[in-house]
Structures are given as C-alpha cells and as structure tokens.
C-alpha cells in the first residue's frame, strides 16, 4: 500500500458535465500519473506530473485537464464530460526515479466513471 | 511501433494446476519489463521486474522469464490457488526515454476453479 487514495471511486454524470477526480497520497512522491483502462486496451497515460505544478501530457490527454497545486493531490478534470470518456481511471504513483528508469508503479484503487 | 501483446487473452484452470502466460514486445530500446496482477475491482500490483540481463525472476509461485533476442516474457504460475484469479498485465518501459514509451499491454484473464 503506497497511501493512494482515489475519489470518488464510483461516477454517473451526464454528457456536457464537468467531472473532477481526485488523487490522494500521503508519501510525499514526486511523479504522479493518471491512466484509464478500457476493454481491450492496455493502461494508457492521460496526464502526469513531476512536481506542484509540473505537468504533461500522456499519449490520450484530449478532453482532460490536470492540476497539481499540493505534493499530495493530482486532479484530473474533464471539463465536458463525453461517453467515449467512461472508463476506469486509475491514479499512480512512482517510486524512486520516473518509470522508464525503472522507478516502481503503485495503483490507486480506480475511479469507476460513466457518462451517459 | 511500440506494441505489447499478450496471449491468450483469457485463461480458465482448475485449482493446483500449472499455467504460462505470454508476452510479445516491439518497445525498443528495451529497459525492463514488468509483471502485474490485477483482481478485479482493484489496481494492479507488481509481480516481477526483470532488465535486460535478467532472464527469470521469482516471486512465491510466480516466475516471469525474459528473452530480449526474441522480445518475449513469459508468466508461469505454478500449483495455482484460486486466489490467483486475476488479470495478468505485462509492461515494458523504453530505456531512459518521454514517459509514453511505457507500454501495457492488454492483459490475460486467468481464471482458477476448484
């Protein structure tokens, strides 16, 4: 357990609706990552962030936002949320270095959303 | 492209039954790979984490092999329990590059019955 803690964990919201999620630890990380896992499709990277207010882009970060004002909380925002948009998000944490330095990922529980 | 596949993509086996999943990468240059479970519901979690000059790591009754002449990783899982009922993710990571050349793969659904 690496302190993760993801809220809601369970969403229903309409077409058009902002949406906030929000990712909690209490160890201090530096790199944080938000992703979402669909059927059929491996974890793919939305946004992450290197520091407060140190952010970038994943490889599917259209239609999302994130902010990063606290070491602890990385929010991801959809700021309209569309159907192509329900999925299951999950919020990381590295250990150590960045990931492809070998740094270990740790999972938050999943936020369920879906937009009808 | 950057691809990980996976095989097969679902698994039933009774209980104290041996298994092997697959993983077949195209993610260059090659840094690690990576075994994680994931139950349902849950996040995944880390089984094993193998470089390039690593080819087998163990942890309990997971072994995860490594051939990086011929991109390919395998799971075996040896007198399974059905607490082994999971998703089985394999993630490669590029050496040293953005943080998009950290590929998942799509998963093998394995499930255990008595």
């Known amino acids: 357990d690496a302190g993760i803690t993801q809220s809601p964990r369970h969403k229903v919201t309409e077409t058009g609706t902002p949406v906030t999620l929000r990712c909690h630890q209490t160890e201090n990380h530096r790199y944080m990552y938000w992703y979402r896992q669909d059927p059929g499709h491996g974890l793919r990277l939305i946004h992450y962030s290197y520091g407060v207010k140190d952010t970038d882009k994943g490889e599917v970060s259209d239609g999302y936002s994130v902010s990063r004002s606290k070491t602890e909380d990385f929010l991801l925002t959809l700021e309209s949320a569309t159907s192509s948009q329900t999925s299951v998000y999950f919020c990381?944490?590295?250990?150590?270095?960045?990931?492809?330095?070998?740094?270990?990922?740790?999972f938050g529980e999943g936020s369920r959303l879906t937009v009808l | 492209k950057n691809q990980v596949e996976q095989s097969p993509q679902s698994l039933i086996i009774l209980e104290g039954k041996n298994c092997t999943l697959q993983?077949?990468?195209?993610?260059?240059?090659?840094?690690?790979l990576r075994w994680y479970k994931q139950d349902t519901g849950r996040g995944p979690v880390s089984l094993t984490i193998?470089?390039?000059?690593?080819n087998t790591k163990s942890n309990g009754r997971y072994t995860a092999t490594l051939d990086a002449d011929t991109k390919q990783s395998s799971l075996h899982i040896t007198a399974s329990q059905l607490s082994d009922s999971a998703s089985y993710i394999c993630?490669?990571?590029?050496?040293?590059?953005?943080?998009?050349?950290?590929?998942f793969g799509p998963g093998t659904s394995l499930s255990v019955i008595p």
């Open positions: 990381a944490i590295s250990v150590g270095l960045a990931v492809a330095n070998t740094g270990e990922l740790f």
């Open positions: 993630v490669v990571s590029a050496m040293k590059t953005s943080y998009d050349k950290v590929i």
């Open positions: 993983c077949n990468y195209t993610v260059s240059p090659f840094s690690n």
């Open positions: 193998m470089t390039f000059s690593e």
